[in-house]
């Protein structure tokens, strides 16, 4: 059982940044697709971003955050970083963590592992 733990979120300003870290309890990420979903109140869960493990490290975003979010490794063999930039209110939502086995089982949500979720509010 691998497990996903989300830090990083909060309230900010709009306009703020925020980076969230992924930390995952496998040794390292790189045999898995990470991913970033969110889910506003009375909305569906919706991708916001992912990476590959393998192929070069492949980037994917949701057209809505490109320019404005950089998912990228983090600073350790097991974390992943979601940078957050220029925020919105629409921006806010509880953002969730994914694994999933390769990046083509990511795009169709067949997700292996989810991290419990964090909460990011961005006031106007």
């Known amino acids: 059982q691998v497990h996903l733990v989300e830090s990083g979120g909060g309230l900010v300003q709009a306009g703020d940044s925020l980076r969230l870290s992924c930390t995952a309890s496998?040794?390292?990420?790189?045999?898995?697709?990470m991913g970033w979903f969110r889910q506003a109140p009375g909305k569906e869960r919706e991708f916001v971003a992912a990476m590959s493990g393998t192929s070069g490290g492949l980037l994917y975003y949701a057209d809505f955050v490109k320019g404005r979010f950089t998912m990228s490794p983090g600073n350790a063999a097991n974390v992943v970083w979601l940078q957050m930039n220029s925020l919105r209110p629409g921006d806010t939502a509880v953002y969730y963590c994914?694994?999933?086995?390769?990046?083509?089982?990511?795009?169709?949500?067949?997700?292996?592992?989810w991290g419990q979720g964090i909460q990011v509010t961005v006031s106007s």
């Open positions: 994914a694994a999933a086995n390769n990046i083509a089982a990511m795009k169709t949500v067949d997700i292996a592992y």
């Open positions: 496998m040794g390292a990420w790189h045999n898995y697709a």
